[in-house]
């Protein structure tokens, strides 16, 4: 069964980074686009950046230039990179695989919380 486990969450100053990944199983990772999405307490769950197999990427506009979305298909790994967080960038932030049969397959999230 495909599992997704991210990690690298916690609490960070503004204006400091995080490294978040994603470890993906049971899946030929390399087939799949991946995307990371975000939710913070009490608003929608937003698309933060997404990768294709190819590894072409797209960002949401709130964290272009500061974000980057990255896999290592070795490792089945998909890495988001953040720099100069700010604390509108506090939220869960969730794994997704999407497979070409149009699957969703999410992770439990890591918390990300940005102190002003």
């Known amino acids: 069964q495909v599992k997704l486990v991210e990690s690298g969450g916690g609490l960070v100053q503004a204006g400091g980074s995080l490294r978040l990944s994603c470890a993906a199983s049971?899946?030929?990772?390399?087939?799949?686009?991946m995307t990371w999405y975000r939710q913070a307490p009490g608003k929608q769950r937003e698309l933060v950046a997404g990768?294709?197999?190819?590894?072409?990427?797209n960002y949401a506009d709130s964290v272009k230039g500061r974000f980057t979305i990255s896999r290592d298909n070795a490792k089945n790994t998909v890495y988001l990179q953040m720099n100069s967080l700010k604390p509108e960038d506090t939220a869960r932030y969730y794994c997704?695989?999407?497979?070409?049969?149009?699957?969703?397959?999410w992770g439990q999230g890591t918390q990300v919380t940005v102190s002003s």
């Open positions: 997704n695989l999407k497979t070409i049969a149009g699957e969703l397959f």
């Open positions: 049971g899946i030929i990772f390399s087939l799949n686009a």
């Open positions: 990768i294709t197999t190819g590894g072409s990427t």
